[in-house]
Nanobody, 117 residues
C-alpha cells in the first residue's frame, strides 16, 4: 500500500509563489520506476491533471500553468515537488499528487492553495 502526503499549500497573493511537496511511502513500492503527477480540484469542478513527470524526468504541463509551474522529483527522497510562480486566483484549488497514470487507491488528503486577488 502506498501513502502520499502533500504539504506546502497556503494563502498567497496573486503573483506570489508556493512550493508543494509530495512524500511517498509504502511497503510494496518502486518510486523510481513510476511516473508521478500533480492534480488539482477547484470548488465545483472536476479534478484535473496539472503536471506529470515520467520515470526518466520528462515533464509536461497543462496550458494553464505552462511557464509558471515546474514539477520535479527527488528519487532519493521518494518526493515530488511542484514549484508554483506567478500564481493567479484561478489557481485556487486543492492540489494532490498521484501516480501517472493515476491510481485510485493512492489519493491522499491534498493541500489547499488559495490565491487572493
Amino acid at each position: 500500500q502506498v501513502q502520499l502526503v502533500e504539504t506546502g499549500g497556503g494563502l498567497v497573493q496573486a503573483g506570489g509563489s508556493l512550493r508543494l511537496s509530495c512524500a511517498a511511502s509504502g511497503s510494496i513500492f518502486s518510486f523510481n520506476s513510476m511516473g508521478w503527477a500533480w492534480y488539482r480540484q477547484a470548488p465545483g469542478k472536476q479534478r484535473e491533471l496539472v503536471a506529470p513527470i515520467t520515470s526518466d524526468g520528462r515533464t509536461y504541463y497543462d496550458d494553464s500553468v505552462k511557464g509558471r509551474f515546474t514539477i520535479s522529483r527527488d528519487n532519493a527522497r521518494n518526493t515530488v515537488y511542484l514549484q508554483m510562480n506567478s500564481l493567479k486566483p484561478e489557481d485556487t484549488a486543492v492540489y494532490y499528487c498521484n501516480a501517472w497514470p493515476r491510481v485510485q487507491a493512492y489519493w491522499g488528503q491534498g493541500t489547499q492553495v488559495t490565491v487572493s486577488s
